[in-house]
């Protein structure tokens, strides 16, 4: 298919024409065409300027176009006036890091565009900024990957072809769901615990380290080359809340890296029921034969197709490499259906929501707390065990086992 920008003029070109052109165009987005729209704004009252249009994507700013007149001097000197309209791309990224930079598309009544320094079409232009699909680029898709071109949609906010196919390696069996998982903390979080009565789930966009979610993606597709990129689309899932913990008791190496050292605690849970806990998958970069499709998506990248697996999506939340294999991780995530609350972590934002124990229930989480192990690196001399055992027993019950850890050094 030739790609191509049609504007049906009858006499006068119009901001109506050209409206309609943007349409015709914009008819053939194949992923969440119902989230754009685009509106015939008023101009500013010039006789330069002949109308503006505004294209939205869930209702943000796109595009802005000013469709205006422009003087010029023919080869006789004489003035005439041409028609020619700009469409300012607003990149949300671009701006954030620079304020007030926007790409223009500078279009002559014929069509004609000066982008980025380059005269070229419209089609051109609006397939960098605003990409529909491309029969060639389908063809070769299909001829790296082998898979046919149905299973091909142009994602035209993400600007890459998003790929509905199974890919074996990623379709793995989850082991038995342990009975009890456990959670490593600091001292403080657990004395904040103690003092409020709750438990701390975060947003999975509010992470220490973002490769936890983001990692398969960028793994394979290199989905998420700048900070941006990595965010984009992702804030939707602030609401989305997670938590880690692990199958491994008492282990000197999750001291030394989630309980401060040894001088914090591990929670000991077990599930009651509404909650699902998801085991994390470690990938060997090296061995893994995931490295087939990531070779195959980087030789469409060096030709400017840039591709994305649709079972990613499945699974992104439970994937890390390989080299915390040692944590034997399991993962709670749970959609929370209400508003989230903000914090400052030192230098760092986060979303978080705190849920109230039951005694020692969980209940919006189904997670409920039994026993409680004391960290092996105490301060020598203190009241710290007997203290925090009452203050635990005072706050969850005594049925809750607490415990100091039987390690002398880690």
């Known amino acids: ?31 969440d065409a119902e989230k754009y729209d685009l509106k015939i704004l008023s101009g500013y009252k010039s006789p330069e300027d002949l109308g503006r249009l505004e294209v939205t994507y869930n209702q943000q700013r796109l595009f802005l176009v000013s469709f205006y007149s422009k003087y010029f001097r023919t080869e006789t000197g004489k003035r005439g006036v041409r028609g ?49 699909r491309d029969e060639k680029q389908v063809e ?21 072809y998003v790929i509905d196919m199974p890919i074996p390696e990623l379709d793995w069996q989850e082991d038995k769901a342990p009975e009890y998982v456990y959670k490593y903390v600091s001292l403080s979080v657990f004395h904040k615990m103690l003092q409020n009565g709750t438990f701390r789930m975060h947003s999975i966009v509010s992470q220490s380290d973002t490769q936890e979610t983001f ?5 394979i597709c290199s989905d998420y080359e700048n900070e ?39 929670l000991g849970f077990c599930m ?12 060997n970069e090296a061995k893994t034969s995931l490295r087939s499709y990531k070779e195959r998506v980087e030789r469409l990248k060096e030709e400017g197709i840039h591709v994305h697996f649709s079972a990613i999506d499945d699974c992104h939340r439970f994937v890390k490499n390989d080299k915390y294999w040692k944590e034997k991780e399991w993962r ?6 209400g508003e989230v609350d903000s914090a400052l972590y030192d230098k760092r934002c986060v979303w978080y929501k705190d849920f109230e124990f039951d005694g020692c229930d969980l209940k919006g989480v189904g997670l409920q707390l039994g026993s409680i192990l004391i960290g092996p690196v105490q301060p020598e ?19 809750v086992v607490v415990n100091r850890s039987e390690l002398r050094e880690i």
Request: a negative charge; charged letters at 25%; proline letters at 2%.
């Open 272 to 283: 009651t029921g509404g909650q699902r806990l998801h085991q994390i998958q470690y990938v």
């Open 1 to 31: 298919m030739m790609l191509s920008f049609e504007v049906q003029l009858e006499g006068q070109f119009t901001i109506e024409a050209l409206a309609e052109g943007f349409r015709k165009w914009m008819s053939a987005i194949e992923i």
């Open 215 to 219: 990692y398969l993606g960028d793994f």
């Open 84 to 132: 020619m309209f700009t469409v300012r791309v607003m990149d949300e990224g671009a701006d954030l890091m620079n304020p007030g930079e926007h790409i223009c598309l500078n279009i002559d009544d014929h069509l004609g565009v000066n982008y980025s320094g380059k005269q070229t079409n419209i089609a051109a232009a609006l397939q960098d900024v605003l990409p529909i």
């Open 381 to 399: 001399g203190t009241s710290n065990f007997p203290l925090l055992v009452q203050m635990a027993h005072k706050r969850f019950g005594k049925g």
């Open 332 to 337: 709670l995530v749970v959609d929370y259906d």
């Open 140 to 160: 070769r898709i299909v001829e790296v990957l082998c898979v046919k071109a149905e299973q091909i949609k142009m994602d035209t906010y993400q600007k890459r």
């Open 228 to 266: 941006f990129k990595r965010f984009n689309g992702m804030l939707k899932e602030q609401t989305v809340l997670i938590s880690s913990f692990t199958t491994e008791y008492d282990k000197a190496e999750m001291w030394r890296d989630y309980g401060d050292k040894g001088h914090g605690v591990c």
